[in-house]
């Protein structure tokens, strides 16, 4: 009885595992189609379907992505919490080596959420540091509309003649077009 126990139950976490990296796969994909990089949300002007594509009233409002590495599983695992037993069991330990170890998802967007996180600073060096905020504008642009978004700038001259083209964007202008914040 006890060898069979072992062969099944093994069976049944090595399943289990699938599951786990089934999830990730997926997790890695919803993440990449929903937070893409700058060049596909650029293309977005190229279609009516993601263009301005969140909304006040979505989770994910104002969630804009600064960059891509790896972060922990979403998924929470539903198991048997630990319980002292009088007998180890191995088995049960196997599970909890299964559920503890760290399952990360690779190179998925990092998210800044400016909802929970609405004023920004960025430093660095001048080049990096006017293309960071450059790629963070053109994200907020492109996928939140004009008349739910305000953006407000505060920057010297010097680096405003640099980004030159923010003057044009509607986000920078109040609902009767009468003030520019820059």
């Known amino acids: 009885y006890e060898e069979r126990r072992k062969v099944k139950y093994r069976e049944y976490l090595r399943n289990k595992e699938q599951e786990i990296l089934v999830e990730k796969a997926e997790e890695e994909k919803v993440l990449k189609y929903n937070y893409p ?28 992505r600064i960059g891509h590495g790896k972060i922990p599983l979403l998924a929470e695992y539903e198991y048997q919490k630990e319980r002292f037993m009088l007998d180890e ?24 959420s400016l909802v929970d996180n609405y004023v920004c600073g960025v430093s660095g060096r001048e080049e990096l ?20 978004v305000k953006l407000f700038f ?10 030159n083209f923010m003057r044009y964007l509607p986000h920078l202008w109040d609902d009767e077009r009468t003030i520019r914040f820059i």
């Open 37 to 64: 990089d700058l060049m596909e949300v650029l293309d977005f002007s190229n279609s009516e379907i993601r263009l301005w594509e969140r909304r006040k009233t979505d989770d994910d409002f104002l969630n804009i």
């Open 89 to 112: 069991d191995k088995l049960e330990q196997e599970m909890y080596n299964l559920i503890y170890r760290p399952v990360l998802l690779q190179d998925v967007p990092i998210m800044n």
């Open 129 to 148: 540091r006017l293309d960071f905020i450059r790629n963070f504008i053109l994200q907020i642009v492109m996928t939140h509309s004009y008349d739910e």
């Open 154 to 163: 505060l920057a010297d001259q010097n680096d405003l003649n640099k980004m």
